[in-house]
């Protein structure tokens, strides 16, 4: 299987029911499961998070959709917002903000904008394959270096290393944290469950070198899944300190809207014998739901699993971060660009 599902759920929104037959499902499949590009010039692009269990106040998303192809990504029951479905669309019709670069620069010269750290991206994944040519992304860190504007960038992917320069002249004025995100150790795993990020080998390569430039780097161990990747916890927090990360974070799965039957089609296909195994599970993480919406106890849930998984992250943080603590981003030399040019002249 070229991508994470094969699923094309219908979209909530639409007026009618129907049942879709996809290009994608006939005989020149390979032509029609190719990612589309669609630009995008909208007004804005720093939104403000409202989720009180999300470390960030302010986050921005220079694309929408994500070839990465997750079976358990949150962010697919958002590609319905856009008109398309949460399933294979939200893998191959990738949306890209066209203006990015310039939105940002105006929202940092808006008077009220004080150089809060923003949260790159929140929903979707800024390093995406398509970043390598469109590179929106890198367009983002030069004016957020200009501006001296802290960032907090989290990816899946290696290809973050080619802003390698642009991330250690920020790191040098503490204007950056770079999360990456790892699930698993298991390179079969890891392709199944996120077809076209890094391997774990080149994830844990990348914090590496993130590290060793002296960027503050953490590790996502997000979603960890029960029965399929949670008895990685462990090994995971000591790979992740070994390689140089400051910090670990882990989150537990939840399956809202589409996913459920996403998660269990792709269990289906790659796993048949452990689905109801780690469907139980994942029931018992959140009271007996396979979602949860809950702030404050979705993100870790409740009950056995969960409690197992709270008290291995504590023995991890004991044994390989005691001593490791991620610096604060700072937002002390944030300056507008207008007041900049403004000083030249003084
Ligand atoms: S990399 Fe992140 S945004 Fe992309 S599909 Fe996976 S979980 Fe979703």
């Not at 799965?253 to 996913?259: A, I, P, T």
Request: glycine share 4%; aromatic share 8%.
């Amino acid at each position: 299987m070229r991508r994470g599902t094969e699923e094309q759920p219908t979209n909530r929104f639409d007026s009618q029911s129907y049942t879709r037959i996809e290009e994608w499902m006939l005989p020149d499949e390979e032509e029609n499961t190719k990612t589309q590009l669609i630009a995008t010039h909208p007004k804005s692009i720093v939104n403000p998070v409202s989720s009180p269990d999300v470390p960030s106040n302010w986050s921005m998303n220079p694309y929408q959709g994500c070839e990465h192809g997750c079976p358990y990504c949150y962010a697919r029951n958002s590609h319905e917002y856009w008109g398309y479905s949460a399933g294979v669309d939200f893998e191959t019709k990738i949306l890209y903000k066209a203006n990015a670069a310039e939105l940002l620069r105006k929202k940092l010269n808006s008077p009220s904008w004080k150089g809060e750290p923003i949260m790159l991206s929140g929903n979707t994944d800024c390093y995406q394959p398509i970043e390598r040519k469109l590179m929106i992304t890198r367009e983002l860190l030069k004016v957020a270096l200009e501006y001296r504007q802290p960032i907090g960038v989290i990816t899946k992917n290696a290809l973050v290393l080619r802003d390698l320069d642009l991330l250690t002249e920020m790191a040098k004025h503490n204007l950056i944290h770079v999360a990456i995100s790892i699930t698993s150790l298991d390179a079969a795993l890891q392709r199944n469950l996120e077809p076209r990020a890094s391997a774990p080998y080149k994830r844990l390569n990348t914090i590496k070198t993130l590290s060793s430039a002296g960027i503050p780097t953490l590790a996502m161990l997000a979603p960890m899944i029960p029965g399929l990747n949670s008895h990685e916890l462990l090994p995971l927090m000591k790979a992740v300190s070994e390689a140089g990360a400051l910090k670990s974070r882990y989150i537990t799965v939840r399956l809202n809207g589409h996913l459920r039957d996403l998660f269990e089609t792709w269990l289906d296909a790659h796993y048949p014998d452990k689905k109801s195994k780690v469907m139980n599970s994942i029931k018992h993480t959140h009271s007996g739901r396979v979602n949860a919406f809950r702030y404050g106890i979705r993100m870790s849930g409740t009950g056995r699993e969960a409690e197992t998984l709270r008290q291995a992250y504590a023995v991890g943080n004991k044994k390989y971060f005691k001593n490791k603590k991620m610096p604060a981003m700072s937002s002390e030399h944030f300056v507008k660009l207008n007041e900049r040019q403004f000083d030249l002249f003084r």
